[in-house]
């Protein structure tokens, strides 16, 4: 299959690979671009442990060829922090203890990320709905449920 060349805005920086169009997007982010914050978990889109946001919107980049990437906006996790400061989510996670083996903490960080820039002030119900597409298997999700709500009432 023959190479193509691809652009997009990854983290706020301009970045262009040329690997085959069909490569997945979780690929090029580990392997081209090494950013490998964002992991693979189950490889089949059943997980979330590789989600990150394209266009805003949160996507399992295990089941996204790098073409369909190309243009986009796509924030990983290395792009959550600002200023070389951790995102109140992240500072969340650790002080709830929800960051267990770290497999699934990129990908739920990312999701819970986009649950709170749509719902500021989610309910308990309206959490597990937004990170139904996530996995753990550490936590029992309590932790990570009360580290979304405790960012959602610290932005009260």
Known sequence: MAECSVSFTVNGRIQSVTVP????????????????GTKEGCGEGECGACA????????????????????ARICTIEGV?????????QQAFIE??????????????MAGL???SRCPHPTLEEIRE???G??????????IFEAIQNVAQSSE
């Open 21 to 36: 169009p069909m490569k997945r997007l979780l690929d090029v982010l580990r392997e081209d671009l090494n950013l490998t």
């Open 52 to 71: 990150v946001l394209l266009n805003d919107e949160l996507v399992n980049s295990c089941l996204v060829p790098v073409r369909d990437a190309s243009g």
């Open 81 to 89: 922090p600002a200023a070389g400061q951790l995102h109140r989510l």
């Open 96 to 109: 709830a203890g929800a960051a267990q083996c770290g497999i699934c903490t990129p990908g739920m960080i």
């Open 114 to 116: 986009q649950l709170l």
């Open 130 to 132: 937004g990170l139904s």
């Open 134 to 143: 996530n996995l753990c298997r550490c936590t029992g999700y309590m932790r």
